[in-house]
């Protein structure tokens, strides 16, 4: 029987290489900035087109390589940083593996310049598919140039698989401000079909975070410092008030690495359980100065994962120094126990203004549990209508009677539809609209009588719903209508928010929003959809909270493109908890809630609608 076992080509083990170290275009710059880092550069260019797919181009001014080193870069295994086994306990530099170059080589084009600074010519090397095309000296600048054309050319299913340009150009900006981040030192400049999204200068580690995050992060930065004999740390903490509810400007970097480690992220947000909601999560940029012997970064093919030999003193150190500089930097409001706030006017050496008492407005006569006749459908009613029914006054064919919603908030999503849709039966007489006194509690929830008991419903949850499904209706048939504003405003987002922004603009559209591109990361917001129809709504504020939570409803639900778009534009739309309703409004919010395909839950998945029936009420007063 003759052997089976062979070895591979080296063409076919270099692309399986290639299957770990390089899944995008964003693997391939990380790996080139990091390679032009460790050249000893003190200037990095980065050129993209088609987010990657067409070009890379990474130009450095480092030390550069040999005629022999250039040629031996792409060899796998080949690397100047590591020597004998003991060397990998004292890792400092970015790379080491040798087998970066080697896995970009067998699936793209690759052209590479390279010089000296104390040699006249430098070497220009061509690859197609592992394969050298040809070798020979070239006039060039000092540093190192190096093209990656058409990445996958020659595994056109790994190709397929790649997302937008949009998606993968936010892939690479990611990977580029985590290099930048970790060397403010150096100076960056990224380039993208011709259009220049960055110009890092060489500074300190607070101006970098302002030149890549925004001129606005200046005032949100804490810095965090601590020397132990265990780690060094250093860096930048957000104040609570400007959390987000996405984790994307979270970094930790260990000796200048950046990594992603849940345990360490659990240190610093118990840091601030006592100052933010559970799901908000604070900036951080904390960068974690260990003896390399005391870990071991060679644990995941993308050196993204490390391995602590005491990670339980690490964690505390951790915690203990954020919570300080939370503490020192007067996070916590301040009160004056001297003062009484009913001086203030006098410290100022103002007149008092006349104190007038406050005054209630009631009727005597009010009793939720008798049925009334609805109130005409006054200015109260009319301004509901614009504001929160998408400007239609119209009731929906579907609203049922109060005497029945509690046997079908009971049902099932498909009962529910089933009933509304019943044709000539004994109970479309009772299904009419009736109107009845209802009870707003706490500005919170809305209660009403309802023939077995009372009915309560939480009321942003009720509206949220509401919105939900209408934008999704809007979605799909792209019909959103848009209300004109009087003063257009501009929104400028990061980089990262401008491109996925410019992903989404056809279904913003679609909502009723009127945006356009202007410039440099900036939008114009013409329009706003008429389903929002206030005048008080802050155009900028709501973009900005719709892409964030656009973000955060696909990372924690993995929801498609439209459906968390249309979540995050009713979450931030709808009326909030705390906001008192009149008669009209309460009516009319729960008319259209039960002209809902699925009244009951709450697009989280809550209920809206709870019911207590004279029974458990009889119970509570031993009956």
Not at 285 to 295: C, N
Not at 394 to 418: M, R, V
Not at 470 to 475: A, E, G, K, Q, S
Not at 593 to 598: I, V
Request: charged content about 25%; aromatic content about 8%; some cysteine.
């Amino acid at each position: 029987m003759s052997d089976i076992i062979q070895l591979l080509p080296d063409s076919v083990a270099n692309q399986i290489a290639a299957g770990e170290v390089v899944q995008r275009p964003a693997s391939a710059v990380k790996e080139l900035l990091e390679n032009a880092i460790d050249a000893g550069a003190n200037k990095v260019q980065l050129i993209v087109k088609d987010a990657g797919k067409s070009l890379i181009q990474v130009i450095d001014n480092g030390s550069g390589m040999s005629v022999t080193d250039a040629r031996m870069c792409f060899e796998r295994h080949a690397t100047s940083k590591v020597r004998k086994a003991e060397d990998l306990f004292a890792i400092r530099t970015m790379g080491f593996r040798g087998e970066a170059m080697a896995s970009i080589a067998a699936i793209a084009q690759v052209e590479m310049k390279t010089r000296k600074h104390d040699e006249e010519l430098g070497t220009l090397i061509e690859i197609e598919g592992s394969l050298f095309i040809k070798q020979e000296p070239v006039a060039t600048s000092a540093g190192t140039s190096i093209c990656i054309k058409n990445l996958f050319y020659n595994t056109p299913a790994r190709r397929n698989f790649l997302r937008s340009n949009p998606a993968e150009m936010r892939h690479i900006l990611d990977e580029f401000q985590r290099v930048a981040l970790a060397h403010p030192a150096i100076a960056f400049t990224l380039h993208h079909d011709g259009a220049e999204i960055y110009r890092l200068p060489a500074s300190a580690l607070k101006q970098r975070i302002v030149h890549l995050f925004g001129n606005n992060y200046n005032e949100r930065l804490i810095p965090v410092e601590e020397e132990t004999s265990i780690i060094n740390l250093k860096g930048f903490i957000g104040k609570p008030e400007f959390a987000k509810k996405t984790r994307g400007e979270q970094f930790f970097f260990v000796n200048n690495r950046f990594i992603k480690d849940p345990y360490l992220n659990h240190a610093v947000n118990r840091a601030y359980e006592e100052l933010l909601p559970d799901d908000n999560f604070p900036l951080y940029v904390l960068f974690i100065d260990i003896d390399p012997a005391k870990i071991d970064v060679n644990v995941h093919p993308t050196k993204t994962e490390i391995k602590y030999l005491d990670e339980k003193s690490i964690y505390a150190i951790l915690h203990s120094a954020v919570k300080r500089s939370l503490g020192r930097f007067n996070i916590s409001p301040t009160i004056d126990f001297d003062q009484e706030t009913g001086f203030s006017a006098m410290i100022t050496h103002k007149a008092p203004e006349e104190i007038v008492p406050p005054t209630i407005n009631f009727n005597p006569n009010f009793n939720p549990f008798t049925e009334e006749k609805p109130e005409p459908r006054d200015h109260a009613y009319a301004s509901f209508s614009k504001n929160y029914s998408g400007g239609s006054g119209n009731l929906s064919p579907s609203t049922k009677n109060w005497g029945t919603l509690y046997e079908i908030a009971k049902d099932t999503a498909e009962q529910q539809q089933h009933k509304m849709e019943l044709p000539g039966s004994d109970t479309e007489e009772q299904f009419a609209p009736v109107q009845k006194q209802l009870m707003q509690l706490h500005n919170k929830y809305i209660i009403s009588q309802i023939k077995s008991g009372i009915m309560l419903i939480d009321q942003q949850a009720a509206h949220e719903r509401i919105l939900y499904e209408r934008f999704i209706l809007h979605l799909e048939d792209r019909k959103g209508a848009s209300q004109q504003s009087l003063f257009p405003q501009t929104v400028t987002l990061s980089p990262n928010d401008y491109e996925l922004a410019k992903s989404l603009l056809d279904d913003i559209k679609s909502l009723g929003f009127e945006v356009r591109e202007f410039g440099k990361n900036t939008l114009v917001i013409e329009g706003i959809p008429v389903d929002l129809g206030s005048n008080n709504i802050n155009e900028t504020q709501l973009f900005e909270h719709l892409i964030e939570g656009f973000k955060n409803s696909q990372q924690e639900l993995k929801l498609d493109k439209r459906d968390a778009l249309a979540r995050s534009m009713a979450r931030n739309s709808a009326i909030k908890s705390g906001t008192a309703l009149q008669q009209a409004e309460m009516n009319m919010l729960i008319e259209q809630l039960f002209a809902c395909k699925t009244p009951n839950y709450s697009i989280s998945g809550r209920p809206v609608i709870q019911t207590i029936g004279l029974l458990e009420l009889d119970k509570k007063f031993d009956k």
